[in-house]
């Protein structure tokens, strides 16, 4: 079975062209794109904070270590299903970069929004709340575009070929 038929055959329970996919599910894999998101967000946010880079210089390393975190926390997964590296970064592109895209053009505009938030230190409070609603505003408005993509085997499907578990 290809990698697309695979991940179908795992989601749908219907006799449909369709996988149903149930928002807990969306949820999560949402939930474990944002969890790369975060880890790259928070660092790009500390690190351009702490050296006193520009905001757009602060946010555009902010994109790239998402980016990096998110794809390396798929790639992770599925390494550990022994495939060589080319096809788990194949994998990991096919699964999270439309994910993560969408997770990052709405964090950075909440973020970039908020009166004050890319000047405040790293000891402040508005620095965190604002990141941290940011995050949750890129969750929920992300899940509802996973879920129509895993119902079309793309986005986070493609990895359920590699890992059962999860």
């Given at each position: 079975m290809?990698?697309?038929?695979?991940?179908?055959?795992?989601?749908?329970?219907?006799?449909g062209h369709r996988a149903v996919v149930t928002w807990a599910a969306a949820g999560q894999a949402t939930l474990h794109c944002l969890t790369g998101c975060a880890i790259g967000e928070v660092l790009g946010m500390v690190i351009?904070?702490?050296?006193?880079?520009?905001?757009?210089?602060?946010v555009l390393l902010s994109i790239a270590l998402a980016f990096v975190f998110g794809y390396a926390l798929t790639m992770r997964g599925v390494l550990r299903a022994g495939v060589g590296l080319r096809t788990a970064f194949a994998v990991a592109l096919a699964a999270d970069t439309v994910s993560i895209a969408l997770m990052e053009l709405l964090d950075n505009a909440v973020i970039v929004a908020i009166p004050g938030a890319m000047d405040a230190g790293l000891t402040s409070t508005l620095f965190w709340t604002s990141l941290a609603g940011s995050l949750l505003v890129a969750f929920l408005l992300t899940t509802p575009v996973n879920r129509l993509m895993i119902s079309h085997g793309r986005g986070h499907a493609v990895v359920h070929h590699y890992h059962h578990g999860h």
């Open positions: 290809d990698h697309q038929t695979h991940a179908g055959h795992d989601l749908e329970h219907g006799g351009g904070t702490a050296f006193g880079l520009h905001n757009a210089a602060t």
